[in-house]
């Protein structure tokens, strides 16, 4: 995955929590229910960790996204990432300005998909944080991972969360993986935009919840087809290229935070599909794969079929 070098980014697109504290105590029912949890991994895995017996996705030392790989407490303004990521040139050649620019292609390409309806999409800012955040949500420490918060429209990404993927989940990992998380957050966004969150309930194989994960999913994918011919307000698409072994490591990831392998592998050794919140790992596949390889995101609709796979 590569980007165009003479393409702008949008560093207000990201802002930079560390340091600024807040964290503890319990995070809000509204990030499990009203924004699908946290996406990929996020709260109900570490609540299916807890139920099962499994390993707490703590931070890690490596510092996760990258931005400098400062520890829980370490502040850095959201001023350093203006002054140094500019062009997809920067973003080449920097992994802090590699995020902001999935940030900018993931939200130009639902811009332009809502101006195509006629309607507005309203841009939410990935906010990193380290140790603890607070939310329209409640309070998250850095055990939740990435999520999504409707109160307040924000997508939060604990920085240790990518190493924790490749080290206690076995993920291939990379930027495009990064992109893929990114991205399915950022389908809960849209979710929330359509007034889709209200309908991820319950717990199961059929349920509300798992349904609303996997049109997140479903969504990343549709970003991922469109991503190398979207432009920014340049008129140039931030993403150069999407490769086959970038799309291997996504389905890498999928395959590898199904509700029955994080049961299986990381919990109790057996599972329980009534617990399932965020679908199997092939369901996790097949949902991205079928938003990748249509591009459209009317064929998204995990809500309107039996068959989710």
Known sequence: MRFDDNAGLDTSEVQDMRGSGGG???IGGRVAIGGGGLGLVGLVIYFLMSQFGGVSLGPSAAGGLGLGNLGSGQQVDSTTLAQKCHTGADANRDHDCAIVA??????DYWAQEFARSGRTYKKAPTRFFSGGVRTGCGSATSDTGPFYCPADSDVYIDLSFFDELKTRFGAQG???TESYV???????HVQNLNGTSKKGTGTGPKSGSVRLELQADCYAGVWANHASTTPTESGQPLVQDITQDDISRALDTASRIGDDYIQTKLGSGQADPSSFTHGTS????KWFTTGFQTGQPARCDTFGTNNLG
Not at 102 to 107: A, D, H, L, R
Not at 282 to 285: D, F, G
Request: charged content about 15%; hydrophobic content about 35%.
């Open 282 to 285: 092939a369901q996790r596949e």
């Open 182 to 188: 990114l991205a399915h957050e950022y389908g809960h």
């Open 24 to 26: 503890g105590g319990g």
């Open 174 to 176: 990379g930027l495009f």
């Open 102 to 107: 999935v940030v900018n292609s993931v939200q």
